[in-house]
């Protein structure tokens, strides 16, 4: 039987999603779990890499695995067996060509940011930037990032790949009721480069500081040269929002 998982992590306690050698990682400590459970090993395929410190609310992932065990009864053994810094949210049953990577049709990554005082208790959570932004031009610039580009301005410096061509399909600052000094800025995509999220938010943050315009964007895009972008805003503000599905 083939399943899909829905599972959150807080990332500042690994050494990112994929698994490697003698490191503690995401997909590590799961599969770690499940063969515990099955007494074997059982390889699971994420939806994508996270870096870091980075988190996710909905990270998605599936594995095969042949056990007379209900849906509800394997969520509860795989969630005391793991450590509680990742927790197994849902499980579904799906067919054997579903492939938890290669279905995707679009993928949310979100970005907090705290413009107010340091806060010590949020830092591996929120990025610590404190000092005031202009919302207003950095949502402007937000605009110029929708649609199908050649990200390659914003993708990982030495990043090597034949297509560079990614599609925002929308946009988002999302501004605190409650704390007027965070924000969240929000990406909808149907897939993202290696850093390009981290990226394009330290671009964004030179265009709050007043270092850069709004339309600036459009001359980055352009040049397809990832010393035209700028900074790489820190890990910890960032997370996988949600994975979906075709």
Do not use: C, W
Request: proline share 2%.
């Amino acid at each position: 039987m083939r399943y899909l998982i829905t599972f959150s992590y807080d990332g500042s306690k690994f050494k990112g999603y994929q698994k490697q050698p003698r490191l503690k990682t995401v997909q590590g400590e799961i599969e770690k779990a499940l063969k515990e459970l099955a007494n074997k090993d059982i390889p699971i395929f994420g939806s994508g890499r996270t870096d870091a410190s980075v988190h996710a609310l909905n990270q998605k992932a599936h594995f095969d695995l042949d056990m007379d065990i209900t849906k509800e009864k394997l969520q509860k053994a795989l969630n005391s067996l793991l450590n509680n810094y990742i927790y197994i949210k849902k499980i579904e049953e799906v067919n054997d060509t579903f492939h938890a990577r290669f279905n995707v049709s679009a993928k949310e990554y979100i970005y907090k940011i705290n413009m107010g005082e340091y806060d010590p208790i949020e830092k591996d959570y929120v990025y610590q930037y404190n000092k005031k932004l202009d919302l207003a031009e950095m949502e402007r610039a937000l605009k110029y990032l929708e649609g199908t580009h050649d990200f390659k301005s914003f993708s990982k410096a030495d990043e090597e790949k034949d297509n560079f061509t990614r599609t925002i399909i929308q946009t988002n600052l999302i501004r605190n009721i409650k704390n007027v000094n965070k924000f969240t800025i929000s990406f909808l995509g149907t897939g993202f480069l290696r850093y390009q999220v981290r990226n394009m938010v330290g671009v964004l943050i030179e265009i709050g500081e007043g270092k850069r315009k709004s339309e600036d964007i459009l001359n980055i895009l352009e040049a397809k040269d990832r010393r035209k972008a700028g900074i790489t805003a820190p890990p910890e503000g960032l997370y996988l929002n949600d994975v979906y599905y075709r």
